[in-house]
């Protein structure tokens, strides 16, 4: 295996804040360590046209290649007609406008570098991250063109494709060397649609960032913490309220990009002064916010017709490193069968519980007051969720590639 290269293609990556992004990043920090060498693909930070192909930078001393969105439109023309005539991309080109959720532009020409990058750094293996969805067709395809094996890491399902976009998914999944998936749920299904022996589980991990969190004594308010997005999934509304009916004195620090949705219902509630919302930050930078926590929260609620939650948030991995006490509204699925095996201490809400939470947030509270509220981190979580320990699963698989 030493000596070998991945092409590892990720849209998002460093420094954008994407769950996404922090798993690929935490795999390829111990990369070396499991003997795998890589070269990164990944989306420009800018749209600026001279960035199309940029000159790489290096994360964990491996070259970074980062493509546009926005392409030169008539750089764009030329690399279309040299892949219709030189590549034989055209059915490619097609399907890639299909990808709804990716501009198609950017596949087109993320396909003409990774060919490049395949022959200048001699990969025989491609790692396709999705979502989006859309690298999907993009690994299909250079898997057809060079030969190389493909793993897909697929992070979550894709719940609203149109048929076509079905199709051409499970082509790709179908063709695939190896497909990891990162929940219970996601294992099952998948192994019941593809050949079970090529579908891998392996978890997210935590950053280690997150385990230097101490124990907050220095603050006299009951502080909540909360970090990622709000949106109609992952909705304030019902935290706020369940807030604004307690008598103690509270504080809310929310860290994310959409802390507008937070202060609108905030302002509904009348609690807005109750709020301290940060910006979204770097894992280093949110230490001292974290510290100020006695109570993590997290809340998701079912999409539309679902009636389980396949998923495993990502944040939990991160709140069960520290060690802290979380309040969890979720519904029945993955995340909450995750916390009742991992945390040491935990109330979890089902999101029709109407009364839940504020029961929840009264408990925590007279035992914050009483001096009984303390970290208790489960050493068999620290030791099966970190970064070197979710890697060497992963280097197992390549392993298996190249043995054939």
Known sequence: MRGSKILVISYYFTP?????????MQFLRHFRD??????????????????????????????VFRISTTPVYSLWKLLLRAFKKLLNTKDFINESYHATDINPEWLQTAYKKAIELIKEYHCDTIYIAAPPFGTLLLGYWLKKATGCHLII??????????????????????????????????????????NKEKVFLIFDGYDDIFRLSNESSQHIVFTLFYMGTWDALRSPQKLLASLQRCQFPWRLISVGSTNHILNEQALRYHVHEHLTCVPSLAREELLPYLQQA???????????????????????????ATGKPILAQVPLGDTYDFLQKYARQTALILPDEIDG????????????????LHKDNNPDFLQLFDGKTITRKLSTVFQMLQQG
């Open 16 to 24: 954008q804040l994407h769950t996404g992004a922090f798993r690929n």
């Open 153 to 194: 890491d697929l992070q979550e399902e894709h719940t609203d494709s149109t048929p076509l976009q079905a199709q051409l998914e499970h082509r790709c999944l179908t063709e695939c060397d190896a497909l990891i998936v990162n929940s219970w749920s996601y294992w099952t299904h998948y192994s019941q649609k593809l």
């Open 294 to 320: 006695h109570l993590l929260f997290i809340t998701r609620e079912l999409p539309n017709g679902a009636q389980w939650d396949k998923q495993i948030s990502n944040k939990i991995f991160n709140y069960l």
């Open 34 to 63: 499991n003997g795998l060498n890589a070269v990164i693909l990944t989306n420009a930070l800018t749209t600026t046209p001279t960035k199309i192909l940029q000159a790489p930078e290096r994360y964990a001393e491996f070259p």
């Open 357 to 372: 939470l504020y029961n929840s947030l009264q408990s925590y509270y007279h035992y914050w007051q009483a001096g009984n």
